[in-house]
């Protein structure tokens, strides 16, 4: 018997640009006990559609047709006809709802168990104080958290993976028919989104809800539910069981979502390069590290580390860990940003923090990068083209600025009459660091920091921005260290990984080796994690999740590292 | 309920004392950086207007002891440090020999009352009101009505004053024109006399309240906003939590917070806001001691009130802070 | 790759059917953020206020701000005094106990509380742009010795200083006051930038400047200023509101500019005379009204740019 039946629901925003139809015509059901995925970038109205069944669109959205149906209602079953203290009594006892932004879900000037308690009074009326704790205990319990420690806790205290339980916790509390998660793991590192993901699984199952996943990741849908429901641009576009879409796809869009996630192993998706052009020959390495590390007041966010990279055959490097790890850190230090607290970071020799002025412009001019955040990396005061123009013309690269502009557009699939004369917010994410990337490009330096460059990028888009920084490297000889905390395109597209925790390389080589066939218990536990969309390969549930996070716990503060081989031109100092 | 951390306690009082001795010292470099130095001609006016008291010959030669005028000026400023701390202000030059802190202890309660009751009370309306503002739950005329009353935001409570004094005091004659209690009634705890002095308080209360609560209204109506997108709000709403609920203990619980810090901060402004309002009220505050000292050039009592002023706002501020950690938990364990 | 060079490919593209064109127009102008009605109304009113102070004498004879100019204690046109004499178009506000033109006191006052207001707020912003920046920028030793004395001077009530200061010194002019006001106006514009700028400090753009090699000057005037401007537009308004009302209450107090009309100083000389007990109303009311135009104009412009920097302030 299906829990809630969406039928022809159409929603609406209007906007300053004119009405936008979030969702159109859209028809499902959900079955009890079952989980469907509801998958789409954003904007697809994958959110929309879940929140129209408990009425909570955002403003200024409303439903402009069709029906929704809550059949454990007495009588009209459609929520679309309650009124607010009935839609009221609905909402968590009957529909629970687990939002996307782990970190601030949680009332801040609350503790955890007051916050259970808000909500069983609010549906069953006042209760004895015994009885709450008792309710709130068994519901902390439920989703492995400590009751006596973790409900006495202010949300501030808990990590979020922790927030995140809570949320489940007061999600299944009061044993709803359906539980709608919204990207509840979006804000948590692998190793944690597969224990919170195996947590609200086995909720779920316990108390035989619906649930309806929503996400972007088809590896995380793969892993978790039953039925993919995939929507783009508010359009139910294909629906059907977990391994029909995975293993044959009816629509292009749900084939290119598929194939938008990189799999270790399997087929690059870069087109290989005979023969890159060598860069220049040097004396002393481009880039050198020399025992350095950094102290941020008492945490260590990294522990002396020594490498050498020539950079005479242009190569890519990669720098992978979890948050923490420290990989951000080395990439400021890198860049010059950041003083280390011990230990020379130096460029052709050069200590990079104690240059003249003049070294400084010329170092700067040869080392560039591209950041995280491409919505953040243009002022949003000028024109896209100051930040391309800006450092042409202040490092004197002479030559035409307009022309540079222009061919380092187009080199990265960009048309530039339609971009360069545009304002930040008129660009996509996608443009924007593709226009970070052709910047890179006009400057020619010799190298280039990629810190996480595709991680806030639709997933569509990551592998042509990957691209288009491997063309750096094989069309433009530029040696690159990329950060991330994706070990799939670590794989594909480096020549050398080093894997970082807690400040240390815990194991470095060729990605085949490291990646391929990870020796370390760290490395191991990451690539178990990382939801592939393959159905037949076992995520494990939430003991195993326990048992790894145990095993996280245990490697502690000082691991070994794992020397899996060695390339030339780079070396990876002992210590 | 936890403890406050002595990190936080001690950078408090760090801040306390470096307001108290920064205001004293103001008011003690000021006069001496003049070209009539006001000490000179205190002395002198004490010395012509003590011809009537007995022993004034005495008081005058230990007062310019106590100034040590022919000491350098570290001992000096050592003595006034020393005397201020122990809130000795010396003698009124215009009262005669009457000391300065006694008029400041006659005078203090009635400002403090007043400027707690018309604090709170501003704070709390205000607030409430910039609330509703916000909440998708207001009554519809309240929405259109609220933002109406905002217009008063921002001008001063002297001329607030003015005009209540004048439609409620002066054409109507609901209220006293002046003074803080009835001549008839006599000071003590009698029922009669408080409700002369609620009956005296109230229009000075009022025209402080009516202009500074769209301040707060204001603030509260942006944080309300930003609460309103917060996730924490929208999983309170989908927990099916009542409105009311919600509005209190989610929303208005969570957006006071920097209005509380606020509030320390802009206690300085409302402060002296409310001196100018006592002055027009003739009210038997500090404002008027403060003008009646200003019109007499009693610059020991110009001093004195200055520095108590201060010195109250410095300890209100001190005391926000100090409740502060009580109210958010990060502040408490140091986040 | 062809939809990626359209503006935000990701959503449904919008749908203009059906929309009526009051709608269509509050979309304009919320598309444009500066065509705000309360900004505009709030600079009309000031900007009447200036008209009041720059035309007013050319059609009205400043020097009647002095004493006897014409009979004391008149009332406006049509009003009766106490002593029954009825106001004339000689003194179309009044006059007050010594004879002085009301309407002449207002026209010369007027612009004199907004110069005073205007340039204390813009000294006041000089220091605090310079030190807000310093402060965030630098870091630090700096950083700290800023950002304690500016916490500690925002508790102290500038009036109260003030009135030591004019007790001590006596007369002063229009200038010396606002400089002395602007003393104690930086507190708040410094803490602002410095709280924007170390936000500013780790944004993306600004650490493209600095892969760019850009000076430390290009990055706080050329990056980030011109993001502050908003801001700086409030807080100079906010200023200037305070200083009015730090002055105004420094005037009502018999401080401040002695020879100088100001609107303050009416109001002082109106409350010493006992206007109200005299109903001399138009001694006090007319200034009361003018300064209360003027900051419900200062308001108004706050509030428009509050709006404009902040889009969540809004209602479409």
Redesign the interface.
């Known amino acids: 018997m299906s829990v809630l039946d969406i039928k022809n629901i159409h929603i609406d925003f209007?906007?300053?640009?004119?009405?936008?139809?979030?969702v159109?015509d859209v028809t499902l059901s959900i079955e009890k006990g079952r989980r469907i995925g509801f998958i789409g970038?954003?904007?697809?109205?994958k959110t929309t559609t879940a929140l129209a069944a408990m009425r909570m669109l955002a403003n200024?959205g409303f439903v402009a047709g069709g029906e929704v149906h809550l059949n454990s209602l007495d009588g009209d079953t459609n929520v679309l006809h309650l009124d607010d203290e009935q839609m009221r009594r609905v909402r968590l006892r009957k529909i629970s709802y687990i939002p996307q932004g782990a970190m601030n879900s949680l009332n801040p000037v609350m503790r955890v168990d007051a916050q259970i308690w808000d909500a069983v009074v609010a549906h069953e009326g006042g209760l004895s104080q015994a009885d709450l704790q008792a309710r709130s205990d068994t519901a902390l319990d439920g989703v492995g958290l400590d009751p006596k420690v973790v409900g006495r806790l202010f949300p501030h205290e808990l990590s979020g993976g922790m927030k995140q339980r809570v949320c489940i916790a007061i999600g299944t509390c009061l044993t709803p028919d359906l539980i709608i998660a919204d990207e509840p793991t979006s804000a948590l590192d692998v190793i944690t989104q597969r224990h919170v993901m195996q947590t609200l699984r086995e909720m779920q199952e316990k108390i035989g809800a619906g649930l309806i996943l929503i996400g972007h990741d088809m590896g995380l849908m793969a892993q978790s539910v039953d039925d993919i429901a995939v929507l783009k641009?508010?359009v139910l576009v294909e629906f059907g069981p977990v391994r029909k879409i995975i293993e044959d796809a009816e629509h292009p869009y749900t084939r290119e979502l598929i194939a938008s996630v990189p799999l270790v192993g399997g087929d690059s998706f870069l087109s290989a390069q005979a023969s890159p052009p060598k860069g220049e020959r040097l004396d002393k390495p481009l880039l050198e590290l020399d025992g350095v590390s950094k102290q941020y007041g008492a945490v260590t966010a990294l522990h002396p580390m020594s490498f050498a990279l020539d950079g005479e055959e242009p190569k890519i490097i990669s720098i992978v860990g979890q948050s923490g790890s420290g990989k951000s850190t080395m990439g400021s230090l890198m860049?010059g940003?950041n003083d280390p607290s011990a230990g020379q970071v130096r460029f052709k020799g050069d200590d990079i923090n104690a240059m003249s002025a003049g070294a400084?412009?010329a170092f700067?001019?040869q080392v560039?990068?591209v950041?995280q955040?491409?919505?953040?990396?243009?002022?949003?005061?000028?024109r896209v083209n100051h930040?391309l123009k800006?450092?042409y013309e202040?490092?004197g690269m002479g030559g035409d600025v307009q022309t540079a502009m222009e061919e380092a557009c187009t080199a990265v699939?960009?048309?530039p009459s339609?971009?360069l004369g545009?304002y930040p917010h008129?660009?996509?994410g996608?443009?924007r660091q593709r226009l970070?990337v052709a910047r890179a490009l006009m400057l020619s330096p010799k190298l280039l920091i990629a810190d996480e460059p595709v991680s806030m990028v639709?997933a569509s888009?990551r592998a042509?921005i990957l691209a288009n920084i491997h063309d750096l490297k094989d069309k433009h000889g530029i040696s690159i260290i990329y950060i991330t905390h994706d070990l799939a395109t670590a794989y594909h597209v480096s020549d050398y990984v080093m894997v970082l925790y807690h400040g240390h390389v815990v194991e470095a080589g060729p990605p085949k080796e490291v990646i391929g066939d990870p020796q370390h218990a760290y490395t191991r536990l990451l690539i178990d994690s990382i939801p592939w969309p393959d159905l037949d390969r076992d995520w494990g549930d939430a003991d195993d999740a326990r048992a790894a996070l145990d095993e996280l716990a245990r490697i502690g503060g000082t691991p070994e590292t794992v020397y899996r081989g060695d390339i030339p031109g780079f070396t990876l100092g002992q210590g | 309920m936890g403890r406050i951390p002595l990190s936080y306690l001690l950078n408090r009082l760090f801040?306390l004392f470096?307001?108290v001795f920064?205001?004293a010292t103001?008011?003690w470099i000021?006069?001496r950086?003049?070209p009539?130095n006001?000490v000179d001609v205190m002395l002198g006016r004490m010395a012509s207007g003590g011809g009537s008291v007995e022993n004034s010959g005495a008081i005058l030669a230990q007062l310019t002891e106590r100034f040590g005028l022919n000491d350098p000026w570290y001992v000096q400023f050592w003595l006034y440090i020393k005397n201020t701390l122990t809130f000795d202000f010396g003698i009124s030059t215009a009262s005669f020999p009457t000391p300065v802190a006694s008029m400041i202890a006659a005078a203090l309660p009635w400002t403090l009352g007043l400027m707690i009751v018309s604090l709170i009370i501003t704070f709390i309306i205000g607030n409430l009101l910039g609330a509703l503002m916000v909440w998708e739950h207001t009554p519809r005329l309240w929405k259109v009505a609220i933002p109406a009353a905002?217009?008063f935001?921002?001008?001063?409570p002297?001329?607030s004053g003015?005009?209540l004094?004048?439609i409620f005091?002066?054409q109507l004659g609901w209220f006293p024109?002046n003074g803080a209690y009835g001549l008839n009634t006599e000071p003590g705890w009698s029922l009669d006399f408080a409700g002369s002095v609620l009956y005296h308080g109230f229009l000075p209360a009022m025209s402080i309240v009516v202009v500074t609560f769209g301040f707060w209204a204001?603030g509260m109506?942006?944080l309300m906003?930003?609460v309103q997108?917060e996730d924490y709000t929208i999983l309170a709403k989908a927990k099916g939590l009542r409105k009311r609920y919600i509005l209190y203990r989610y929303m208005i619980r969570n957006a006071i917070l920097p209005q509380i810090t606020a509030f320390?901060?802009k206690?300085?402004?409302l402060?002296?806001?409310q001196?100018?309002v006592e002055?027009?009220f003739a009210y038997n505050g500090m404002g008027k001691l403060?003008?009646d000292a200003?019109?007499d050039?009693d610059?020991p009592v110009?001093?004195g009130?200055?520095f108590v002023?201060?010195l109250m706002?410095?300890v209100a501020?001190f005391l926000v802070d100090l409740i502060y950690p009580f109210i958010d938990p990060r502040i408490r364990h140091g986040a | 790759?062809s939809h990626?060079?359209a503006?935000?490919?990701?959503?449904?593209?919008?749908?203009?059917?059906?929309?009526t064109r009051k709608?269509l127009k509050r979309?304009?102008r919320?598309?444009n953020p500066w065509n705000n009605p309360k900004l505009i109304w709030g600079i009309g009113l000031l900007l009447g206020i200036v008209l009041l102070g720059v035309l007013g004498r050319f059609f009205w004879d400043p020097e009647l701000v002095f004493t006897g100019a014409g009979m004391p204690r008149q009332g406006p046109v049509g009003i009766e005094n106490l002593r029954g004499q009825v106001g004339t178009w000689a003194h179309p506000l009044g006059t007050d106990v010594s004879g002085k033109d009301i309407l002449a006191l207002l026209i010369v006052g007027a612009p004199n509380s907004l110069y005073v207001g205007v340039l204390a707020s813009l000294i006041g912003m000089s220091i605090g742009i310079f030190l807000g920046f310093s402060a965030g920028y630098t870091g630090g030793r700096v950083d700290d010795v800023i950002r304690?004395s500016s916490?500690?001077?925002?508790?102290?009530?500038?009036?109260?200083?003030l009135?030591?200061?004019q007790?001590?010194?006596?007369d002063i002019t229009l200038t010396m006051m606002a400089i002395l006001i602007a003393a104690f106006v930086w507190q708040?514009p410094t803490r602002l930038i410095r709280a924007q700028v170390l936000s500013m400090r780790e944004?993306?753009?600004v650490?493209?400047?600095?892969?760019?090699?850009?000076s430390n000057m290009h990055i706080m005037f050329r990056?980030m200023l011109?993001?502050l401007v908003p801001y700086l537009f409030g807080s100079f308004i906010a200023n200037v509101?305070?200083s009015i009302?730090?002055a105004?209450?420094l005037e009502?107090?018999?401080?401040g500019p002695q020879r100088v009309p100001t609107l303050g100083r009416v109001?002082y000389d109106a409350?010493s005379s006992a206007a109200?007990?005299q109903?001399m109303?138009w001694w006090?009311?007319f200034p009361?009204i003018l300064?209360?135009v003027m900051?419900?104009g200062?308001?108004l412009i706050?509030?428009g740019l509050?709006e404009v920097s902040?889009p969540?302030?809004r209602k479409?």
């Open positions: 209007p906007t300053s640009k004119g009405v936008v139809h979030a159109t970038e954003s904007g697809s109205g200024p641009k508010g860049l940003f400084k412009l700067r001019k560039q990068a950041f955040d491409p919505y953040a990396c243009f002022n949003p005061f000028y930040a800006f450092p202040n490092f699939g960009l048309d339609l971009v545009r008129q660009l996509s996608g443009q970070i639709d888009l042509t | 801040t470096l307001t920064i205001a103001l008011i000021i006069p950086l003049s009539v006001p905002m217009v935001t921002s001008i001063p002297i001329l003015l005009l004094m004048y005091s002066s024109l204001l109506r942006g906003i930003t997108g320390a901060l206690i300085g402004m402060v002296a806001g001196v100018l002055r027009i403060l003008y200003i019109l050039q610059f110009i001093q009130v200055s002023i201060i706002t410095a501020v | 790759m990626d060079n503006a935000a490919p990701e959503t449904a593209a919008p749908d203009m059917t059906g929309i709608q979309m304009r919320f598309d304690v916490d500690v001077m925002i508790t102290i009530p500038p009036l109260l200083i009135v030591v200061v007790a001590s010194f006596g708040s944004s993306g753009y650490q493209m400047a600095r892969l760019s090699g850009a990056e011109p993001n509101t305070t009302v730090t105004v209450g009502v107090l018999g401080l109001i409350i109200l007990t109903n109303w006090w009311g009361t300064l209360g900051f419900i200062l308001l706050n509030l509050d902040n969540r302030l479409l």
